[in-house]
């Protein structure tokens, strides 16, 4: 059964750094990837959809990366701003094609 | 403007009472689906539907009922029956099962 673990649950980062967002799932037979954003009391955004057959995905300064062999995806944020605070999850789906979440990454950047 | 909307943004439920949570999609998605948010944890599935008139449990299915009438809605109805229904809940559909999903902006709803 397909399990999405995000270590760590909060990270504060001065504004401008680069930074890195871990995902780990234990099932390596995924059909895809996918990370999305959540500000407070807000729905989700997706930001970037990887898939199995890809290694990389980018989108403006977010680039999503998938290792299937080692069960793990990292999403990197380039020149980090205020703007950018957000909790960051990502999510797999199972063998039935349901998503499967992890708890997310609680991102704060400071000015 | 394409997009998902949910109704109403916050929601006040007395014990007993059943509620009916809208969703609504005008982005011709096929796939509609219903996630409970608890603090601290990931996203957890109620029920999803990948074509009118047909609707599949998730993993939380006990204590909620929905129907799917027409492509475009998805009302999700939380039951007496569900003992801790106090959550934030979010609708989101896509093109197909494996597609990106798009999020309506959630209900918080209160138990009293």
């Known amino acids: 059964k397909q399990e999405v673990t995000q270590i760590p649950a909060a990270l504060s980062v001065p504004e401008g750094e680069n930074l890195v967002l871990n995902c780990s799932f234990t099932d390596s037979a995924i059909y895809n990837l996918q990370w999305f954003r959540q500000d407070p009391g807000k729905g989700l955004t997706s930001l970037l959809l990887?898939?199995?057959s890809q290694r990389e995905q980018t989108s403006g300064r977010l680039n999503a990366s998938l290792d299937k062999s080692s069960g793990r995806s990292t999403l990197y944020i380039a020149a980090s701003q205020p703007g950018d605070s957000a909790t960051y999850l990502c999510?797999?789906?199972?063998?039935?094609?349901?998503?499967?979440w992890g708890a997310g990454t609680k991102l704060i950047i400071k000015p | 403007d394409g997009g998902i909307t949910q109704s109403p943004k916050y929601l006040f439920r007395k014990e007993g009472q059943n509620v009916t949570l809208s969703c609504e999609q005008n982005l011709n998605h096929d796939a509609m689906y219903w996630y409970r948010q608890d603090p601290g944890q990931g996203l957890r599935l109620i029920y999803y539907?990948?074509?009118?008139?047909?609707?599949q449990k998730g993993d939380i299915a006990e204590g909620y009922s929905v129907s799917r009438e027409k492509k475009e809605s998805f009302p999700l109805t939380v039951t007496s029956a569900q003992k801790n229904p106090t959550a934030f809940y979010l609708c989101?559909?896509?093109?197909?099962?494996?597609?990106?999903?798009?999020f309506g902006p959630g209900t918080r709803l209160t138990v009293l």
């Open positions: 990887i898939q199995s």
């Open positions: 539907s990948q074509i009118v008139n047909d609707f």
């Open positions: 999510a797999a789906p199972d063998s039935n094609y349901q998503l499967i």
């Open positions: 989101a559909s896509s093109i197909g099962s494996l597609d990106t999903q798009y």
